[in-house]
């Protein structure tokens, strides 16, 4: 079982994608820490994904496990032991479909090194291993998943377990996968002496909304380097008084600040401006009558809507919570919540019968496979449930997932009809 890491570096590898082209958020983010001392967001995606590095790394220190066909049980016997687990999530998470992820992961990352082996090399393997990066901060660390050293060709392969679903993380140019890089390099060089010259970086998200994102990158000591420079001199500004704030899409969305950070607030507004002036040209034109909008009025519409509405919610989140903590937002209060009713099921039943009750409910497929495993599910009781196709939804022209065209769907439905005559 991994140590989980006792320490958080404020200058981890983790959060580099927003404290090095952002310095100043770790200020902002511990000011809004001491404001908000509670603050404490459930995030089941977070904890649900520590519990699948655990078990990645039980199966990889244990590389003939299972030995046998296991239940959901043997999974959470492993993953109860990590610092995150709550009882609760014995019935949230799909235990059985965490383990088919994580042996999968394991098959990856194994095949790594024996590549490495077959040709003879010399190589060291780590696996959720605490690395330190001195050259950018003294205080900056953090855990890589798992990396093949091999010390003969002075290369590296370090690979990123990526259980979330609704962030597509890219493997180029990751500052995650550069400060890993820099932590392993440092490793070697402390233990056996080496220089690594190459890298490979590689993320593993088979659950990703928009289909599995499996990747690599390959770079060499010269790309790490000039990142150390980067990161160096963004852990030395984060610790100025007033440190530089940096907004934008990709360090701005996690970012605990996002809320009440006056430097988004600025950039917003200025996008905001710039960008309708574009839209007030093309709203001159709309017509006063009862057309509606064109579909390239909408979209021009929605391609501005997500960082906008993402950015409102933000703001929204964050003066509730203040409002909630005691400190009334000018123009606004809380108001009485609407009441809910718990029934007394017993004395309900008593006195009401069957009456009390609503119809018993089909479960669905997905609380069906966490009740009784998901193996087992598809093995017995897959075939008791129809396929209903989902509704599609309407996502940027860019994105990775499987394009939805009606006239396909009608087509579809049309040849099924025909099987069915036959
Ligand atoms: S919201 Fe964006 S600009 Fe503000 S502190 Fe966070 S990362 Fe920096």
Known sequence: MAAPALVHSIFGASGAHRWVPCPGSIQAIQRFYKEHPDHNPENLAADEGTLAH??????????????????????????????????????????????????????????????????GDDIVVYSETQVAMPRIHDNSFGTNDYAVVNLTKRHVDILDLKYGRGVFVDVNENMQVLSYAEGIRNQIKQDHGVNIETYR?????????????????????????????????????????????????????????????KALAAQMTERLQAEFPDIDESVASYSANVEGMSDEELSVWLDRAKPIIDWMEAIKKTAYARATNGRPIPNFKLAVGRNSYRGDAEALEFMLGDDAFEEPKLKSQSSLRKAVGSKKFTELYADYYETIEGKPTLVPATSNAQEWVPEQAFKDALDEMDEADL
Request: charged content about 30%; overall charge negative; aromatic content about 12%.
């Open 201 to 261: 970086g590689h993320i593993y998200q088979p659950r990703h909304n928009d289909g599995e994102n499996i990747a690599s990158w390959e770079f060499d000591k010269k790309r790490v380097n000039k990142f150390i420079t980067i990161a160096a001199d963004a852990a030395a500004k984060a610790e100025l008084p007033d440190p530089p704030l940096n907004p934008g899409d990709k360090q701005c969305s996690f970012c605990e600040a996002k809320g009440d950070c």
């Open 54 to 119: 655990e078990l990645s790394d039980v199966l990889i220190n244990n590389p003939t496990w299972p030995l046998e066909d296991v239940n959901a049980d043997w999974v959470i016997d492993i993953v109860k032991e990590s610092h995150v687990w709550k009882p609760e999530f014995e019935f949230q998470f799909d235990f059985l479909d965490m383990l088919d992820i994580c042996l999968r992961y394991r098959d990856y990352a194994q095949a790594l090194a024996e590549d490495a082996l077959e040709s």
